[in-house]
């Protein structure tokens, strides 16, 4: 059963044995079969707070306590969905190639979504992914937000065009104005309000 708890899923994992590892591994491979759509699963996805995760793009790898080691300056944007939160499809920011070292790996592995096989993209994407879960990081940490509203006097300057219209109070009384009369209203105690 996969874990859908984000609680749970932001507790980082612990090191495992390369027996233990191998073990959860098989275990990870064989839940990833039965899901529908998945490329990749890590241990505690599964319940297990091991530092164990499994990818199957292109062909299946198993990475016991795995960590990144190397990665470009270079990041690409990529449509990002996660097993244990199916219902959400978010854009994350990841690094267009990376170096990765593993227990079970005696060379680092590489990978680069830097080429013209889609899979290499979602291979280089998923391995960060599943580390980022051994980390205690879920996808919604590297979502990119969108763009806030520019509102003026929030997020941007107050700055009025010479033609809008804004309004103005003195004592009781108020007005409607062109902005580019107010310099000379406000000599005379004109105050702005709102434009």
């Known amino acids: 059963m996969i874990v859908t708890d984000k609680s749970i899923l932001e507790t980082p994992c612990e090191v495992v044995s390369l027996k233990e590892g191998e073990e959860i591994g098989v275990r990870l491979l064989h839940e990833l ?8 699963l890590a241990a505690n ?3 297990i707070n091991k530092r164990v ?9 198993v990475l016991i306590n795995p960590k990144i080691v190397e990665k470009s300056n270079e990041t690409f944007i990529f449509p990002e969905g996660c097993l244990s939160f199916p219902k959400d499809k978010i854009r994350t920011k990841r690094y267009v190639s990376i170096k990765v070292e593993a227990d079970n790996y005696e060379d680092k592995l590489s990978f680069t979504a830097n080429s013209k096989e889609i899979d ?3 291979e280089c994407a998923c391995i960060q992914h599943e580390i980022d879960h051994l980390d205690g990081i879920t996808m919604f940490d590297r979502e990119i937000k969108k763009p806030e509203q ?13 033609n809008e219209k804004v309004l103005i109070k003195k ?13 000379e209203m406000s ?4 105050t702005l309000v709102e434009v």
């Open 171 to 183: 004592d009781d009384k108020t007005k409607t104005i062109k902005y580019k009369k107010f310099n």
């Open 45 to 47: 996805q599964i319940g």
């Open 53 to 61: 995760c499994i990818i199957n793009v292109k062909e299946p790898i």
């Open 120 to 122: 290499d993209a979602f």
């Open 33 to 40: 079969r039965n899901s529908k759509n998945g490329i990749g």
């Open 150 to 162: 520019i509102v003026r006097g929030k997020n941007a300057p107050i700055k009025i065009g010479r």
């Open 187 to 190: 000599e005379g105690g004109w």
